[in-house]
């Protein structure tokens, strides 16, 4: 760059290679290696499926995360859970078929986009459930409006909403806020009693960290996603903070405590899962929008910068096959080179094990026929699956 003008992260670049302060070891029957920040996780080897080499080539937070949860770096766009609700609905009549669970610390980068229906109709949108109490506001109605009072009133409110609907039948938005009362209605009860953990043993409240200062807060949303699932909630979103993982410099501090905040939670949803039958049913994700270069950026106070390039995350039940390490990047850790996994390609894959195909599963917006793949060549990873 010509004189003083720098690129910000350029100019903080480094040649020299950050290896891990962290040691990792086989773990398992599979032998995957497990870094020794994820004990827990390092118990549930054998049920993960560990894909090594995910890519979505786009550098930045934004443009990535929209890459993994709508398909296409474009705003506007339905999330990945709208699609699932769009195409398989929900299998709770008095619950939202997609929930987001966010963190008390900030929402996650892109916010609402994360969950959003964008062109789909608005039914299709997440229930945000928020991070303390009352997690969802206003379930409890005035005292002078329970029971039979509040029924008689939503009958009337019901009568007249679809009179006003049958006048104006291409309104999915007017559909969806009338269909979202009915549903409120009926959560009043449904979503209190699914909200509550109290009724959850000890020892089920113990394994995903309830009483530990580290874990609570995301353990107890861990905790309240698998009751969500028990429901028949469809998908079920638990974020962490904004940048959480962003460690541009103080990764000695800063990822080891991003660690022990998921690790003992994210392993007792699986274990949980698979105790009650449900893991079979259900995929748990675990992963964000990219990974860390394999240099030190910022020398003065050592961190890594974004890599999109080739990164990890985890996948366990649903008919991902567990113990399986897939994929390599080189020998550095820079850049996916075997057996590569782009975003398009983890969706299709995706919605195959829903039974859905990401080709067919079609919405006509402005008279073409959408996809989440949208003229992206997604491939079925059928290495992934255990088939």
């Avoid at 939202?96 to 986009?113: K, R, Y």
């Avoid at 698979?274 to 049913?281: A, E």
Wanted: with cysteine.
């Amino acid at each position: 760059f010509p004189g003083k003008i720098k690129y910000d992260n350029a100019a903080q670049a480094s040649s020299k290679v950050l290896h891990s302060q962290w040691k990792f070891r086989p773990r398992g029957e599979c032998g995957t290696e497990i870094s020794e920040l994820l004990p827990h996780t390092a118990g549930i080897a054998d049920d993960l499926c560990l894909v090594r080499s995910m890519r979505t080539g786009v550098n930045n937070h934004g443009q990535s995360i929209l890459a993994l949860q709508t398909g296409k770096v474009t705003k506007g766009r339905p999330s990945l859970g709208s699609w699932m609700a769009y195409g398989l609905g929900t299998e709770a009549d008095d619950l939202p078929a997609f929930l987001a669970m966010i963190d008390p610390g900030q929402l996650p980068v892109e916010g609402v986009a994360n969950w959003s229906n964008g062109w789909l109709p608005a039914i299709y949108q997440g229930t945000v459930i928020r991070p303390s109490s009352p997690r969802i506001l206003n379930l409890q109605p005035p005292a002078h409006l329970a029971g039979s009072v509040q029924k008689s009133f939503l009958d009337y409110v019901r009568k007249l909403n679809q009179k006003h609907l049958a006048a104006r039948p291409a309104e999915n938005d007017l559909a969806a806020r009338i269909a979202s009362y009915q549903l409120a209605a009926k959560m009043q009860t449904s979503a209190r009693e699914a909200l509550d953990i109290s009724k959850e043993t000890k020892a089920t409240q113990e394994m995903y960290g309830i009483h530990e200062t580290a874990t609570a807060d995301y353990g107890t949303r861990c905790l309240i996603a698998r009751r969500m699932v028990e429901r028949g909630v469809r998908f079920v979103q638990v974020y962490t903070q904004n940048q959480f993982w962003d460690h541009h410099g103080g990764i000695a501090k800063s990822l080891p405590r991003a660690c022990k905040k998921v690790d003992k939670p994210s392993a007792a949803l699986v274990s949980d899962l698979k105790q009650r039958g449900l893991l079979d049913s259900t995929v748990v994700h675990w992963g964000g929008e990219m990974g860390r270069l394999p240099v030190i950026q910022n020398e003065k106070n050592i961190g890594r910068d974004h890599n999109t390039y080739g990164f990890s995350m985890w996948l366990a039940g649903g008919g991902f096959r567990g113990g399986l390490a897939y994929g390599n990047t080189d020998e550095f850790g820079h850049k996916a080179v075997e057996k590569v996994v782009n975003h398009y390609d983890y969706h299709a894959t995706l919605f195959h094990l829903f039974g859905l195909d990401a080709e067919k599963l079609t919405f006509t917006r402005n008279t073409q026929d959408k996809t989440i793949l949208d003229g992206q060549a997604g491939k079925i990873v059928h290495d992934l699956l255990d088939e």
